[in-house]
Nanobody, 127 residues
Framework: QVQLVESGGGLVQAGGSLKLSCAAS????????MGWFRQAPGKEREFVAA????????YYADSVKGRFTISRDNAKNTVFLQIDSLKPEDTAVYYC????????????????????WGQGTQVTVSS
């Protein structure tokens, strides 16, 4: 069982940066690959980024490549999402999620591959 709590969201001007954090509880955090998703108003939730359980591999949605960086600190049970060059279209609730299985080599964009979800943190980008 993994419980997740996101933080770090807020109101930022376009062009600014934010670093989101997702703190996990549970002894098995380091065995789970992690993902970030987001849901904009009136839209479906979409995949943003994923990182494998070791932290050595990452995977990004095309729409965020070059601006978003996912990382993790297994010693602190935390996964991060650094967001640079923010755009108004990045406005959304951002969720972190933990892989439904242990130590899988592949990284996934589909929500069904994730079994544990946080409550989300709001990111609002003003133009």
């Amino acid at each position: 069982q993994v419980q997740l709590v996101e933080s770090g969201g807020g109101l930022v001007q376009a062009g600014g940066s934010l670093k989101l954090s997702c703190a996990a509880s549970g002894r098995t955090f380091s065995d789970h690959s992690m993902g970030w998703f987001r849901q904009a108003p009136g839209k479906e939730r979409e995949f943003v980024a994923a990182i494998n359980w070791k932290g050595g591999r990452t995977y990004y949605a095309d729409s965020v490549k070059g601006r978003f960086t996912i990382s993790r600190d297994n010693a602190k049970n935390t996964v991060f999402l650094q967001i640079d060059s923010l755009k108004p279209e990045d406005t959304a609730v951002y969720y972190c999620a933990a892989d439904r299985d242990y130590r899988r080599d592949n990284l996934y964009a589909r929500e069904v591959e994730y079994a544990y979800w946080g409550q989300g943190t709001q990111v609002t980008v003003s133009s």
